[in-house]
């Protein structure tokens, strides 16, 4: 399996609060992404980063931020949380591999409820 | 811009039946395609791919083939089983940093 960890795996938090998840990766890979799944939408992406302080918005951005100040480490945080922020957040890696890039390895979901 | 359809489930079988999932998309180039399933409670693994036109993924039974010309990659497993039963979901690469496009998924349920 990927080296892949997300912190927390589950969490609840007030609307209107700070929220920040963790990726961390140990496989030196050069791509990290962030998804969020709900139901009837499949995954949808939320950020990427194709290097380190290289960052750039998904399909689904507003709200959410990110940083990546390391090669093994890509924070979402959302600035002020809101219900429709409730979700199951995914995070992914994968490697440059000559003109293309490999598949995606996914880490195993954070659950995030906003009350 | 590019996108992945899938069929609708849930989809409910018998054990050993003959399993299709229908999926087609829409890119512009030439992209990578995937299959990937998502157990109960787990993360999302890579199930099987096909990087060009005529390509055959295939593994632990499930295949799907790369067709350019109906722009599909539909999956079948000849005979499935209770733990096939999961979530499947079809995704498009068009190496555009490498993002994965997402259908919406289908859910599998095996009964004994």
């Known amino acids: 399996d990927a080296g892949i960890t997300q912190s927390p795996r589950h969490k609840v938090t007030e609307t209107g609060t700070p929220v920040t998840l963790r990726c961390h990766q140990t496989e030196n890979h050069r791509y990290m992404y962030w998804y969020r799944q709900d139901p009837g939408h499949g995954l949808r992406l939320i950020h990427y980063?194709?290097?380190?302080?290289?960052?750039d918005k998904g399909e689904v951005s507003d709200g959410y931020s990110v940083s990546r100040s390391k090669t093994e480490d890509f924070l979402l945080t959302l600035e002020s949380a809101t219900s429709s922020q409730t979700s199951v957040y995914f995070c992914?890696?994968?490697?440059?591999?000559?003109?293309?890039?490999?598949?995606?390895?996914f880490g195993q979901g954070t659950r995030l409820t906003v009350v | 811009g590019d996108s992945v359809t899938q069929m609708e489930g849930p989809v409910t079988l018998s054990e050993e039946a003959f399993l299709t999932i229908n999926c087609t998309y829409t890119?512009?180039?030439?992209?990578?395609l995937f299959w990937y399933v998502q157990y109960p409670g787990e993360g999302l693994q890579l199930l099987l791919k096909a990087t060009k036109a005529d390509d055959k993924g295939s593994n632990k039974g499930f295949e799907a083939t790369y067709r350019k010309e109906t722009t599909s990659f539909h999956l079948e497993k000849g005979s499935v089983q209770v733990s096939d039963s999961a979530v499947y979901f079809c995704?498009?690469?068009?190496?555009?940093?490498?993002?994965?496009?997402f259908g919406q998924g289908t859910e599998l349920s095996v009964k004994p």
């Open positions: 980063s194709y290097g380190v302080k290289d960052t």
């Open positions: 995704a498009l690469n068009a190496n555009q940093g490498g993002k994965l496009i």
């Open positions: 890119a512009t180039g030439y992209p990578s």
């Open positions: 992914a890696i994968s490697e440059k591999q000559g003109a293309s890039v490999t598949e995606a390895f």
